[in-house]
């Protein structure tokens, strides 16, 4: 069985415009890979709100879901986000982005690691959520990470009907296009069959 921890804000949560229980991305991209025959076990560590220097609404910071989450036999650790992070200097983003994939490469040695920058819906994100973006493509590149860049992809841009009425969140059709979009990036990342 592949044990897959994934680290992340509202965006992997869920919340009220979508995403909740099994509506949520990683619900639904766990049953994607299932139904390519691919064993996978999810353990999801999401806090809305939370970012790598911004603590979420239950006064986690991504480092704490983390520690909470990766388990030493993880095959891959995923970080989706953050655009909570908006307000952190970059030099102490950095930092922090540092230190929580540190801990998780130690807590989960063997394992890949994929870190999913900030997706963004519109075509001009703001210049504090590019400072982000590169900031964790940085780190990643550090850690030895794939890093995959939702707003240079574009991900939700001119797609409205993908993210909830107060312009953020996605909803539950939203987190099902996460799902086709994530799904096949960890299932790339797994160790092969036999």
């Known amino acids: 069985m592949n044990r897959v921890a994934v680290i992340g804000d509202s ?3 869920g919340g009220e415009f979508g995403g909740l229980g099994r509506k949520a991305w990683t619900a639904r991209a766990w049953e994607a890979l299932a139904r390519q025959r691919i064993p996978l076990t999810l353990d999801v560590g999401a806090e809305g709100g939370a970012g790598y220097g911004t603590r979420g609404e239950n006064g986690s910071l991504f480092e704490d879901l983390a520690a909470r ?3 030493a036999d993880d095959v891959l650790v995923v970080f989706f986000g953050s655009r909570n992070d908006q307000g952190v200097h970059p030099a102490q983003l950095s930092i922090l982005v540092y230190g929580a994939f540190q801990l998780a490469r130690r807590m989960a040695p063997k394992a890949s690691f994929l870190v999913i ?3 963004w819906p519109t075509a001009d994100p703001p210049p504090a959520v590019l400072q982000i973006r590169d900031t964790l493509r940085y780190q990643a590149g550090v850690a030895g990470a794939t890093f995959v860049d939702p707003i240079a992809e ?3 841009v001119g ?3 993908l993210i909830g009425a107060d312009g953020v969140h996605p909803t539950d059709a939203g987190h099902q ?3 086709d979009k994530i799904a096949p990036l960890i299932g790339a990342r797994l160790p092969a069959r036999l």
């Open 11 to 13: 965006y992997t949560a």
């Open 69 to 71: 989450t990766v388990k």
């Open 117 to 119: 920058g900030p997706p």
């Open 154 to 156: 574009g991900w939700f």
């Open 159 to 161: 797609r409205p009907e």
């Open 177 to 179: 296009y996460l799902a």
